[in-house]
């Protein structure tokens, strides 16, 4: 399964982004996708995630202003950020698993596949 996230750039505080993780040569059919993001100096984490039947997870710091969705017309499976902040500043990663369950969904060693990220710069 190859990945490919797009949509990162250079936006100011209160921007919104729509971030995209598309495929290509299948579907997401029968994977979970999970977006994660690594900020300067810190370890990749988990933002949120779509598991195999399309329910939708959150960290829970990342509750309110992210919201992920599938785009079955782009084989694609979008977050969407609003009211960034400069903290929202990373490299976003998306990624995908066939045996992700729900104890492992936030879990970066779950997922087989991952895209090479999408930077994200928020200024103040």
């Known amino acids: 399964v190859q990945l490919q996230a797009s949509g990162g750039g250079m936006v100011q505080a209160g921007d919104s982004l729509r971030l995209s993780c598309a495929t290509s040569?299948?579907?997401?059919?029968?994977?979970?996708v999970g977006w994660f993001r690594q900020a300067p100096g810190m370890d990749r984490r988990f933002v949120a995630a779509?598991?195999?039947?399309?329910?939708?997870i959150y960290s829970d710091s990342e509750k309110g202003r992210f919201t992920i969705s599938r785009d079955y017309a782009r084989n694609a499976v979008n977050l969407q950020i609003n009211s960034l902040r400069p903290e929202d500043t990373a490299v976003y990663y998306c990624?995908?698993?066939?045996?992700?369950?729900?104890?492992?969904?936030?879990?970066?060693?779950?997922?087989?596949?991952w895209g090479l990220g999408t930077l994200v710069t928020v200024s103040s």
């Open positions: 040569g299948r579907t997401f059919s029968g994977y979970a």
């Open positions: 779509l598991n195999r039947s399309g329910g939708k």
């Open positions: 990624a995908a698993g066939a045996s992700v369950i729900a104890s492992t969904v936030a879990s970066q060693s779950a997922y087989a596949y």
